[in-house]
């Protein structure tokens, strides 16, 4: 499997001792574990998983240490990509139509990281994509003025044409899942049965 976790309370060895188990129930399903692939990390340094990057760090304005999770830098190159080659090519097509493409491929995006610590992600592609949309309108019309082109292709200084308006992530709701328990339990923190005579 490409991303797989195991999530242990414990120390490195006992983290260790559970990738054998891992690869007897992955086995059940077809799969293998990948030794090569795999390593121990410290909630503190963090990993990837699924597009996210999860990492515990102190908290803004306070002395608590929370897990986060967030786009991976993996995730945010990947998506880059996809707006820098929407936005490469210089077409014919109209200014509406470049508006919704690139709404297409970045709302699916930012829907999926929703559940996420994701505002400043919103926030670094939203600010990407208005400067890569502001570069193609330049190079459509190379010998107008600045002043011209946000007045026919801007609402103030929001990208928008014919009514389209040009998709902005910062506008997706984030709704993050909590963990309520108190406490996971693990295989090393379990009471001693009693001794029977």
Same mark, same amino acid.
């Given at each position: +499997?490409?991303?797989?976790?195991?999530? &242990? $309370?414990?120390?490195?060895?006992? +983290?260790?001792?559970?990738? =054998? =188990?891992?690869? =007897? &129930?992955?086995? %059940?399903?077809?799969?293998?574990? +990948?030794?090569?692939?795999?390593? &121990?990390?410290?909630?503190?340094?963090?990993?990837?998983?699924?597009?996210?990057?999860?990492?515990? #760090?102190?908290? *803004?304005?306070?002395?608590?240490?929370?897990?986060?999770? @967030?786009?991976? *830098?993996?995730?945010?190159?990947?998506?880059?990509?996809?707006? *820098? =080659?929407?936005?490469? !090519?210089?077409?014919? %097509?109209?200014?509406?139509?470049?508006?919704?493409?690139?709404?297409?491929?970045? /709302?699916?995006?930012?829907?999926?990281?929703? #559940?996420?610590?994701?505002?400043?992600?919103?926030?670094?592609?939203?600010?990407?994509?208005?400067?890569?949309?502001?570069?193609?309108? /330049? $190079?459509? #019309?190379?010998?107008?003025?600045?002043?011209?082109?946000?007045?026919? @292709?801007? $609402?103030?200084?929001?990208?928008? @044409? $014919?009514?389209?308006?040009?998709?902005?992530?910062?506008?997706?709701?984030?709704?993050?899942? !909590?963990?309520?328990?108190?406490?996971?339990?693990?295989?090393?923190?379990?009471?001693?049965?009693?001794?029977?005579?």
């Amino acid at each position: +499997a490409d991303d797989f976790v195991i999530l &242990v $309370n414990g120390t490195r060895e006992q +983290a260790e001792t559970q990738w =054998e =188990e891992a690869g =007897e &129930v992955l086995s %059940e399903v077809g799969l293998r574990l +990948a030794m090569e692939k795999t390593r &121990v990390v410290h909630i503190d340094e963090g990993f990837d998983f699924l597009g996210f990057r999860i990492r515990r #760090h102190r908290q *803004k304005g306070s002395d608590q240490r929370l897990i986060y999770t @967030y786009p991976s *830098k993996r995730s945010m190159t990947r998506i880059r990509r996809k707006v *820098k =080659e929407v936005t490469k !090519r210089i077409t014919h %097509e109209p200014a509406d139509e470049l508006y919704l493409r690139l709404g297409r491929k970045v /709302c699916g995006w930012a829907r999926y990281f929703r #559940h996420g610590s994701s505002s400043q992600a919103y926030h670094d592609l939203q600010h990407y994509m208005w400067w890569r949309v502001w570069a193609w309108l /330049c $190079n459509k #019309h190379p010998r107008t003025s600045k002043r011209w082109i946000i007045h026919r @292709y801007y $609402n103030g200084w929001q990208p928008e @044409y $014919n009514g389209v308006k040009l998709y902005q992530p910062t506008t997706m709701t984030i709704k993050r899942y !909590r963990y309520r328990g108190a406490k996971i339990p693990t295989p090393w923190d379990q009471p001693t049965p009693a001794a029977t005579t």
